[in-house]
């Protein structure tokens, strides 16, 4: 069936240092795919989506690469800050711009050290 | 701008009892998406309301239902309670059509004991 997975449940890294979160999905069909930050007691956050016909996005700090070929997404942080540790989900949908169904993994955890 | 609000933000249930969860959409948004959060996990999507209707639903039993009022708000209902439904229960709003993007609210924590 469907899936959107994460290849590391946990990522400690040191303050200003960079910061790579992985993901692998498999449904070929999706038209977006999603990265949210969830901080504890609170909901999903949204940080930053793509659309599957691009490979790289950036944001603030923030860059998320997609590579349709192995089905495989990543979020990369840069000068990762103590107010990043979170626990981070990639997600992905189909029909994006009527509110498609998100479909998430199961999330890393993200520890800032400072 | 008041974004996407939830209430309760916590309850206490026994086993076989109802519950119900109330959602308030970001301004602008007129569609409803509920999600299921159990700890440690990721959301788990239940249902979508959209024009008062259910638009899309997940994998989820007839215990599970939900209504959408004119103002966009929406409930989430839940029957014959279990122990399994003690979970994060996460309400997202996004326009209908147009621009994408789900926004989450804070979530109401159910216990079921």
């Known amino acids: 069936g469907e899936s959107v997975g994460l290849h590391l449940p946990t990522l400690s890294v040191q303050e200003g240092d960079n910061s790579i979160i992985n993901c692998a999905y498999s449904?070929?069909?999706?038209?977006?795919f999603i990265w949210y930050k969830q901080e504890s007691g609170k909901g999903p956050q949204f940080i930053i989506d793509?659309?599957?016909?691009?490979d790289k996005r950036q944001g603030q700090r923030v860059t998320v690469l997609l590579n349709k070929t192995v089905k495989h997404l990543s979020l990369q942080i840069a000068a990762t800050q103590p107010g990043d540790s979170a626990v981070y989900f990639c997600a992905e949908t189909r029909d994006y711009n009527q509110g498609g169904k998100l479909i998430f993994g199961q999330g890393t955890e993200l520890s800032v050290k400072p | 701008d008041a974004g996407v609000t939830q209430s309760p933000t916590h309850l206490i249930k026994t086993r076989g009892q109802q519950v119900t969860l109330r959602c308030s959409p970001k301004?602008?948004?007129?569609?409803v998406s509920w999600y299921q959060q159990a700890l440690g996990q990721g959301p788990q999507f239940i249902f979508q309301y959209y024009e008062e209707e259910e638009r899309q639903r997940g994998n989820f039993p007839d215990r599970f239902s939900g209504h959408q009022f004119p103002n966009y708000s929406s409930e989430l209902n839940v029957n014959a309670l279990l122990l399994g439904d003690s979970a994060l229960y996460l309400c997202a709003s996004s326009p209908g059509t147009g621009a994408g993007g789900q926004y989450f609210g804070p979530g109401t924590r159910l216990t079921v004991t």
């Open positions: 449904n070929s069909a999706s038209d977006y």
């Open positions: 793509i659309r599957s016909n691009m």
């Open positions: 301004s602008g948004h007129d569609t």
